[in-house]
């Protein structure tokens, strides 16, 4: 027989792979049940199941290094607001000691020898490929992720659609985005905004005209709109970045308890 994998065992107990990832590290145990416990542990001395030695170095030592995987941009708007927020993060990751790596998501899903993995604006099929493929910390950045296990950041829209009825009034204005890849997000925005348009490309021509909310510094720039006309509520925060370590902290310690969904205003 193969030697057996994780996602066998994973499989085997029915359980996800993260869950097998913490059971054999004794990591996270208010996330299991003992029943699980022993039934992957079960499933593992029967097929002799042994964790690699590069996950058990991850899971022991610190590399000081974080990748941040991003995806290739197709439009100009939505490569400025990636570099806008790569150029905050590495200059606060770098004064901490840490050495950023950024990388382009694609279908090699294993990204090696870093104390965490931010995944930033990735859909929600992709982030569980590097999920059950990686055995350091994921953290998902402007995504919604239907998973309690990952820490997750996002902007809380409620908050900005309250912002703009304050300046304008309720249903009196057009919350305007640069597209984003994560559906699950995107549909919870629409769910929250009567009138709101993304811009999936580079032709600005079919923007809405009359009073605008953005939480985006490419379009903000690019409407050319006084501040009567425009409200900018910006993504790219101090608070955005506390956050966002905040939770690198959290993961990389194995902080227990904790919550796992910030909604940054």
């Known amino acids: 027989m193969e ?14 792979v993260a869950t097998v990832s913490y059971i054999v590290n004794g990591i996270h145990e208010d996330r299991y049940t003992p029943d699980t416990k ?5 499933i593992v001395n029967l097929y002799n199941y042994q964790p690699s030695r590069l996950a058990q170095s991850f899971a022991l030592s610190k590399s000081r290094n974080v ?8 439009s100009i708007l939505q490569k400025a607001e990636s570099y806008d927020f790569l150029r905050l993060f590495c200059k606060t990751f770098e004064r901490l000691g ?8 694609s279908e090699n899903t294993r990204a090696d020898m870093a104390d965490a993995i931010l995944c930033v604006g990735m859909e929600e099929e ?5 999920a059950q493929e990686n055995f350091v910390p994921l953290i998902s950045v402007d995504a919604k992720i239907n998973d309690e296990l990952f820490f997750q950041i996002y902007q809380d829209f409620g908050y900005v659609l309250g912002e703009g ?4 009034g309720k249903d009196n204005f057009t919350l305007v985005l640069v597209d984003m890849y994560n559906a699950t997000l995107k549909n919870e925005i629409k769910e929250l ?4 348009v993304f811009v999936d490309g580079n032709d600005l021509s079919g923007l809405p005209k009359g009073n605008i909310v953005t939480v985006h510094s490419s379009l903000k720039d690019v409407y050319g709109l006084g501040e009567a006309e425009m409200l900018y509520v910006p993504a790219n925060t101090q608070s955005r970045l506390d956050a966002i370590l905040d939770c690198f902290n959290k993961a990389t310690e194995r902080v227990q308890g904790t919550v796992h969904t910030v909604r940054v205003k």
Do not use: C, M, W
């Open 67 to 74: 990748i941040i995987l991003t995806e290739k941009h197709g």
């Open 38 to 42: 022993r039934k992957v542990l079960q």
């Open 193 to 196: 905004a009567k009138n709101i």
């Open 126 to 130: 992709k982030f569980r490929r590097f």
């Open 165 to 168: 009825e304050k300046r304008f």
């Open 98 to 105: 840490y050495s950023p790596i950024i990388q382009t998501s």
């Open 3 to 16: 030697r057996i994998t994780i996602k066998d065992v994973a499989r085997l107990a029915e359980v996800s």
